[in-house]
């Protein structure tokens, strides 16, 4: 628990850990209105998965530009800019009455919200090397918090049957004033090794495995946060008040376990880590796909808690690969990894509109299972380096 002592005695540190919940606050917001808006517009499960492609696309466009534009700015200011703009972004889904505006509005969301994600985790990687410290886990962590934040305030509104465009509008002006405050604590910051160390592509190599572990654990995540709410209403049968409760679940879940992993990656070390987890949440997902409501929240938790320390060790271990700059390690990994955060959703969508939402769900607990393959072929020059 260093980490969070840290985190809330030091603005500097509080500052970008508030980025990581403001992103998932909205999305978890989002994930529990999703059944409403694909009402609202009328579409099925393919059309919907074709609207997340367009957020997918977007995310993709962004992170080509991303390490460019970090190293030109600098990491600090191009944090704000990108956490500002992704707030209002995200109003663009919500206020559209078109299925056209609605691919559009996603495509926008898609491209600053992953050209935020390079540059936050950037930006922590380049405050834990400058001051000696561990607070990406627990940065993560805060993440899921807002996550649960979001879609759990969501879950306890949707009974009332607001109008989704005021509860997000409340929602974004919320975090848009308390981001505008913290944002002088690290618009300063630079990365120091960005011009020092020239970009070579075969220093990229041993960075793959990462990326693939990556890809596969944030497209489990993105999945959970676009089709939890549908699997719940339309699988398991859940009732109303329900059907926000397995992303709840699974965010406060994957909070707790990542504001303890920097501990418990210092004691048991991160190859060790990224197995488990993956073993704990391929018994997540199997509880899932036994459908009834209870053990399918049950299930959404033990996922979150499997998965929550992958990521932050995946973005530690790529910081120290030999002979590539940290901002581009993790931009890197970011990049892949968040892209599978968005093509997940999409995979989904189409397997639902082709089968089922139940079979959709048997894929993913096939990427972890890669994901657990994948662990045992980390070289140990890479995992030596991991304190």
């Known amino acids: 628990m260093k980490s969070l002592q840290l985190i809330f005695s030091n603005a500097r540190y509080f500052a970008p850990a508030f980025i990581f919940a403001t992103l998932n606050v909205v999305i978890g917001t ?14 099925d499960e393919g059309e919907l998965g074709l609207a997340l492609f367009c957020m997918a696309l977007g995310t993709l466009t962004m992170i080509v530009f991303a390490p460019k534009i970090i190293g030109r700015f600098g990491v600090g200011r191009v944090t704000a800019y990108g956490v500002f703009l992704f707030l209002i972004a995200f109003i663009l889904p919500f206020a559209t009455h078109s299925y056209l505006g609605l691919c559009i509005g996603m495509y926008v969301v898609g491209a600053f919200s992953g050209f935020t994600d390079v540059a936050m985790n950037t930006l922590v990687t380049e405050i834990e090397k400058q001051d000696t410290i561990h607070i990406m886990s627990a940065n993560h962590g805060f993440f899921s918090l ?117 501990d ?32 399918a929240i049950i299930g959404f938790g033990l996922v979150g808690t499997g998965l929550s320390v992958i990521i932050p060790e995946l973005f530690r271990l790529g910081g120290k690969t030999e002979g590539v700059a940290s901002s581009q390690g993790i931009s890197f990994i970011s990049g892949v990894g968040f892209f599978g955060f968005l093509i997940g959703p999409v995979l989904l969508g189409f397997l639902a509109d082709m089968s089922s939402l139940k079979l959709s769900f048997f894929f993913l607990l096939g990427f972890v299972f890669l994901s657990f393959l994948l662990a045992f072929r980390l070289k140990k020059l890479l995992l030596k380096k991991t304190v």
Not at 30 to 43: D, E, G, H, R, S
């Open 146 to 262: 807002g996550g649960f934040i979001g879609a759990g305030a969501g879950s306890f509104f949707l009974p009332m049957q607001l109008v989704p465009l005021h509860h997000l509008l409340v929602v974004i002006g919320i975090l848009f004033v308390s981001n505008l405050i913290l944002v002088k604590h690290y618009i300063h910051i630079t990365s120091q090794d960005q011009e020092t160390i020239k970009f070579d592509l075969k220093n990229f190599k041993p960075l793959l495995v990462l990326a693939f572990i990556a890809f596969f654990v944030m497209a489990c995540e993105g999945a959970i946060v676009d089709w939890s709410a549908l699997y719940l209403e339309k699988v398991s049968l859940a009732p109303i008040s329900w059907i926000g409760l397995g992303f709840t679940v699974f965010s406060i879940t994957m909070a707790i376990a990542r504001f303890l992993g920097d």
């Open 30 to 43: 989002w994930a529990i209105y999703i059944p409403t808006i694909k009402a609202k517009l009328a579409i």
């Open 264 to 295: 418990i990656s210092r004691k048991f070390g991160s190859r060790t880590l990224i197995i488990g987890g993956s073993l704990i949440a391929s018994a997540g997902f199997a509880c899932v796909l036994l459908v009834q409501p209870l053990f």
